[in-house]
């Protein structure tokens, strides 16, 4: 099985082998480890401790470790051990030493439970062909092609109309305080000094980015003949909700000065084109995949759906419907934190990361999983209290 784990857990090393023995004596008598890495979550359990810091445990027959493995539980902090398999004393029972241990140095903040596969499934999986890279800038071809198109449709809009992504070298400081801002470029009357000076926090304050540069900047541009300048950013947003200013649309007239209601109208342009970029950079696969187990935080789910398998090993994370039954859709952003996958199969450990795309859907999720966490504990307990019952 190949495993990827692309967020990793804070952890603390014990040193100390006995202290490790006696952290699985004292948490783990009545808890149960499982086999990190396995896609079936095989358990173990301590059969007995040695004094020479060596355990005998148990497992399933079936299962036929190599020399080495870990295994892992969940007390009042995650733990992960590391065991080296002395001898086979039997199918499913192995004499072991004790090589290291790593606890987690904060405790796990939601409890993650089992779901009955008939009751919740996970659809419409949205995912992002590519990623754009604000700090190198690599905009995908098929995201230039929409930005080409939509220039050449809107040609009309002025005597100039340019739409780009932002350069690399940052050489224009007005292009570089856009994209650093978000800001809108605003100057109606390009031959008025007081035009190039900021409504408000949301355009570029260009006496100020240019500063002993305006006069230069001013007398370049009634050269060229230009009378009113517009220039709006292109502002992605991510499924995690990221804001990647990445390009800009300008408007250059020769005949017109622009009033406001342009810069509203070019602003609503790049809202629409922002929708085609995503619409062109998104796939949308409908399929029904399996949620092994959920938490408040995160979930993991199987996915067998080949389409589904080679997007999600590619992306940092996807949006995705969760289905419980007689509930409405309930549409949530999971960052890929481990991937596991083998010939079949592809499990997918995800955190539930800022707000999902439709309102109060977190809180909607938190109120449909509260009775099945409550339930969860109580047979928790009761498990627990009968084992300690039967031990005594």
């Not at 202290?19 to 009545?30: C, S």
């Not at 220039?151 to 005597?159: C, I, L, R």
């Not at 100057?187 to 000094?193: H, K, N, Q, R």
Request: glycine content about 4%; aromatic content about 10%.
């Amino acid at each position: 099985m190949k495993v990827t784990q692309r967020k990793n857990r804070n952890f603390d090393l014990i040193e100390s082998t006995e202290y490790i023995i006696d952290v699985l004596k004292t948490q783990f008598k009545d808890k149960k480890l499982f086999v990190r890495y396995s896609v079936e979550k095989i358990e173990f359990s301590i059969a007995d401790f040695f004094d020479d810091n060596t355990v005998m445990v148990t497992t399933d027959p079936g299962y036929h470790p190599e020399k080495k493995l870990s295994i892992y539980g969940l007390a009042d902090k995650y733990l992960e051990v590391d065991l080296e398999i002395i001898e086979a004393r039997g199918p499913g029972y192995f004499h072991c030493r004790v090589i290291s241990g790593r606890r987690a140095n904060q405790g796990r903040r939601d409890i993650r439970f089992k779901l009955n596969t008939d009751d919740v499934v996970a659809t419409n999986f949205k995912i992002s062909k590519h990623t754009i890279d604000l700090t190198n800038f690599k905009i995908p071809t098929s995201i230039k092609v929409v930005l080409d198109q939509f220039q050449t449709a809107n040609s009309q809009m002025s005597d100039i109309v340019i739409v780009d992504v932002f350069p690399n070298d940052e050489k224009n400081p007005i292009l570089k305080s856009m994209k650093r801002s978000g800001s809108t470029l605003y100057i109606p009357d390009v031959a008025d000094l007081e035009s190039h000076k900021a409504l408000s926090d949301d355009f570029i304050d260009v006496s100020r980015v240019l500063g002993n540069e305006l006069q230069n900047y001013i007398k370049i541009n009634i050269q060229k003949g230009y009378k009113s300048i517009i220039a709006v950013p292109i502002i992605y947003i991510t499924e995690d909700e990221k804001s990647i200013p990445f390009g800009y649309i300008n408007l250059i007239s020769k005949t017109e000065t622009f009033g406001l209601d342009k810069v509203l109208d070019l602003k609503e342009h790049s809202f629409k084109l922002v929708d085609r970029i995503r619409n062109a950079n998104t796939i949308f696969l409908p399929v029904h995949q399996k949620l092994v187990d959920i938490s408040r935080g995160g979930a993991k789910l199987k996915i067998t759906d080949e389409n589904l398998k080679k997007s999600v090993l590619k992306s940092k994370g996807f949006i995705f419907d969760i289905v419980f039954k007689l509930q409405a859709p309930i549409t949530i952003y999971g960052e890929v934190k481990v991937t596991y996958e083998d010939n079949d199969e592809l499990l997918v450990g995800v955190d539930f990361e800022g707000n999902s795309s439709r309102k109060n859907e977190m809180k909607r999720f938190y109120s449909v999983i509260q009775p099945m966490e409550s339930d969860y504990k109580s047979k928790l307990m009761k498990t627990m209290k009968n084992k300690k019952k039967a031990n005594a």
